[in-house]
């Protein structure tokens, strides 16, 4: 680390500012150290029933006691020139909060031996060792459910060797953790990979060119297209995504397989670099080799080759939220569709539309396509491109692709 980056003591027990090793140790290695105490609701939640005033795990007294120790270690920070902030919340939530908005570099609060610490810590661990990507949830958003720190090591505020390093301690802890390549460290995995196989590839960013890419007769549609990228196919699950992704530059990885198979070998046949410089434009952590290369693989031009394997628009998204809340959430517009319809709405009857304050064709795009006619078609597509490749050991011409079109 350092000096000059920001550093976060968290005061937990240590509510004091002599014979505090945390605190030393954040003021000797940064610039800005922010001092924060979290009211933790767990602690200050209400018991009806209790027989004295207080919460339900402290009593009136403990609590007073701890407030007015946090307004001492307060004024005795203001002696040093800072202040102590007070926040409320969960504190796992919290503090990933102020990681993120204060660009802290440094987290340092002292070890705590109170079962209730060591659970917090163990949840973290626990979580780490059960990691499985494909269990994982596309339509969670409000807690995400992988680590989401793809942006940080995009642009390397955190360090790969270092993630790689606290994975595998935790691994240590555990016999039955999750491997590659399902696990975090798999993931870490499939970062190198496209890493090393995008330098040693010419022309990995392209079709024509690329030696690893199967060549495969994409059609030219700019309104098709556009209608993708601005969120107006009439499919909610792929909509709401692309709002995801324009709104927060960041969406889960089944999304984004959801919405590049959609646009490419599952429905559109549009070409995949055309999805790829959409991503790149949006995406907060694009990453040349990362999305260049999972393009590739989702339009099964390269590394995967089940092209009959299609992302349903409608039902892969019912299935982790049968009820729509990701979709209501992101495209308001189908917020009282009723949950019958939310994922096919233009199989609404018109009576239920209007209830819903939303007409499909004026309010909400019909669907620009038949998914089952266009999953077809393009299942045939591809059958006679990998064909061709085969025939041809993958010497194809734009005249031969010409002729598949
Ligand atoms: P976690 O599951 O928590 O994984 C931890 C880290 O491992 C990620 O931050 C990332 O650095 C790496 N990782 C995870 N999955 C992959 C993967 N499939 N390939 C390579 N590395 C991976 N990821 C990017 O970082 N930048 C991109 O531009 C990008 N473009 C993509 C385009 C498409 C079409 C697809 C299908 C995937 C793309 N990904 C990209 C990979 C993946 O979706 C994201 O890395 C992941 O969703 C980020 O969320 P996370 O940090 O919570 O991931």
Redesign the pocket.
């Known amino acids: 680390m350092t000096p000059g980056s920001n550093s976060l003591i968290w005061f937990r027990k240590g509510l004091r500012i002599h014979d505090n090793p945390a605190l030393e140790y954040a003021a000797k290695t940064s610039t800005h150290v922010y001092p924060l105490f979290v009211i933790d609701p767990h602690y200050m939640k209400p018991d009806p029933t209790a027989f004295s005033p207080g919460s339900k795990l402290a009593g009136l007294n403990r609590i007073r006691f701890l407030l007015e120790s946090l307004l001492d270690l307060d004024s005795n920070l203001k002696k040093l020139g800072s202040r102590l902030l007070v926040l409320h919340g969960e504190p796992g939530e919290v503090l990933i909060r102020c990681l993120k908005e204060w660009d802290i570099k440094r987290l340092c609060f002292e070890y705590d031996t109170d079962p209730y610490y060591q659970s917090l810590d163990a949840k973290v661990k626990e979580w780490v060792a059960k990691f499985e ?1 494909p269990n ?1 949830d596309p339509s969670a958003f409000l807690k ?1 459910a ?5 942006p940080y ?2 642009f390397g505020c955190l360090s ?1 060797r270092y993630f790689y390093q606290c994975i595998k301690e935790i691994e240590k802890e555990f016999k039955n953790h999750t491997s590659p390549p399902v696990s ?1 460290l798999g ?2 995995y ?2 190198d ?2 890493y090393t196989v995008g330098f040693g590839t010419p022309n990995f960013d392209c079709m024509r060119g690329n030696k690893i890419c199967r060549q495969i007769p994409w059609n030219n549609d700019d309104e098709l297209l556009a209608a993708w990228r601005d969120a107006r196919t009439g499919f909610p699950w792929i909509d709401a995504i692309m709002v995801q992704l324009r709104k927060w530059g ?1 969406i ?2 089944l999304a ?2 959801s919405v ?1 198979c959609f646009l490419t070998r599952g429905d559109l046949f549009i070409h995949w670099e055309k ?1 790829r410089d959409v ?2 434009r949006l ?1 907060v ?3 040349w080799a ?2 260049n ?3 590739l ?2 339009s099964c031009s390269s590394f995967f080759y089940q092209y009959h394997r299609i992302y349903s628009p409608i039902s892969f998204g019912k299935k982790y939220d049968p009820s729509g809340a990701y979709i209501r959430h992101f495209l308001p517009v189908l917020k009282d569709m009723p949950k019958e319809y939310i994922y096919e709405p233009w199989t609404a009857p018109l009576s239920i539309q209007k209830k819903a304050n939303c007409i499909i064709g004026k309010d909400y795009p019909k669907p620009v396509i038949s998914h089952e006619t266009a999953s077809k078609e393009c299942k045939g597509k591809m059958a006679a491109a990998y064909e061709l490749n085969k025939k041809q050991n993958g010497k194809v011409s734009d005249e031969d692709l010409q002729n598949l079109r």
């Open positions: 990507k994982t995400p992988t680590t989401m720190l793809s090591l995009k790969s975090l993931q870490l499939w970062r990979f496209f960041w889960h990885h984004r397989h590049a999805g991503f790149e995406l952590d694009s990453d990362i999305n290369g999972n393009w693989w989702l």
